[in-house]
Every structure is written in structure tokens, then in C-alpha cells.
């Protein structure tokens, strides 16, 4: 019989990667401001949550379900980039749909109303935390690496989709009060 592959260490790893982005998450949320905003803002507390949903979540299923059926936790290089891809391809739509919240929010403002200052920085968080996953694909795809850095990407990408939602709600009443000044207009 052959031996069965250890890959606890590897799988350890991983799901270890995900408790350490649930631990991590309240700081990013702290330094984004998230704390100070909910106060004023009780709906912020869905994205804060989502956070740390997704990063436990993502924990217990690596832990319990992350091993393939020859033990190994590692897909075969050509999967991995093919995951790879799937979460660049995601957070690219999460930049795209940063880019127009952004366009959006100074067309529906006209200069006339400002956009909150607390909306701009959670949206400029979670541009760079999804752009600053792209990186780690650049530091060499070496055998065994490529499953550590697709768990870095999808981490960076759950952390900026919550900002991103963070920072549409705090947007919101702008909109709507935009959208109550042209009502008449539309009438």
C-alpha cells in the first residue's frame, strides 16, 4: 500500500492563513474607520460582519473539506492558476465596480452635494487591498506556492468587498437626498 502524503502542514497552513485574515479583519476595519463610522451608521455593522463570516467560514471549510482525494491540500500547478485567475477575475470587477460607484457618486452630486469624506476613504481602502492582491503573483509561482498566494487573493478580495459595501452605504443617503431634490424634476 502506498504511504498516504502528510498534508497537515500544508493544510495547517492554509487554514491557518484564513483564522489569521478573521483575526486580522477588526484591525483592517479599525484602520479603515469602521468602528468610528457605525456608530453613526448602524447598517455598517452587515459589512463588518460579512468580514468576519467569510474568513471563518472559509477557515472551517479548508479545515474540514480542504484536502483533495490523494491527501494533498495542493492542486496541480495548471489548477491553481486557473484559480487563481477566477480571483484576480473577481477582484477585477470589484475595481471596476469601486471605479463606478466613484463615477457615479460625482455625476449624481453634480458638485452641488458633497460626497462624504468617510465613503472616499473606504473606497480608497478597499482599492488598494484589492489591487495589493495582485502583487504576490509576481513574487514567482513556485511549486507548492501558487495554493498559499490564490488563499492571500481571496482574502484581499473578501476584505474589499466588504469596504466597498461599506462605503456604498455610507453613500446611500446622499443619493437618496440627491434623488429627493430632483424628484420634481422627474415629475
Known amino acids: 500500500m502506498p504511504e498516504r502524503k502528510k498534508p497537515w502542514v500544508s493544510g495547517a497552513l492554509h487554514s491557518a492563513l484564513y483564522f489569521a485574515a478573521f483575526l486580522a479583519w ?29 474568513n471563518i467560514a472559509n477557515f472551517c471549510i479548508l479545515a474540514i473539506h480542504g484536502y483533495m482525494e490523494d491527501g494533498s491540500i495542493v492542486l496541480a500547478q495548471e489548477e491553481e ?6 480571483v484576480e477575475r473577481h477582484t477585477a470587477h470589484v475595481v471596476a465596480a469601486i471605479a463606478g460607484v466613484f ?4 455625476l449624481l452630486t453634480g458638485g452641488d452635494t458633497k460626497v462624504p469624506s468617510e465613503f472616499v476613504s473606504l473606497e480608497f481602502w478597499a482599492l488598494i487591498i484589492a489591487v495589493g492582491a495582485v502583487f504576490p503573483l509576481y513574487w514567482g509561482p513556485w511549486p507548492g506556492l501558487l495554493a498559499a498566494i490564490r488563499h492571500v487573493k481571496a482574502v484581499a478580495l473578501s476584505y ?3 469596504l466597498f459595501l461599506a462605503g456604498v452605504i455610507l453613500l446611500w443617503p446622499t443619493v437618496e437626498k440627491v434623488l429627493e431634490t430632483a424628484k420634481p424634476l422627474l415629475e
Open 103 to 106: 463615477l457615479v457618486a460625482r
Open 160 to 162: 474589499s468587498i466588504c
Open 26 to 54: 477588526p484591525a483592517v476595519w479599525y484602520a479603515a474607520g469602521g468602528f468610528d463610522l457605525i456608530r453613526g451608521e448602524p447598517w455598517l455593522w452587515g459589512p463588518f460582519g460579512l468580514g468576519m463570516f467569510v
Open 81 to 86: 492558476v486557473v484559480m487563481i485567475e477566477f
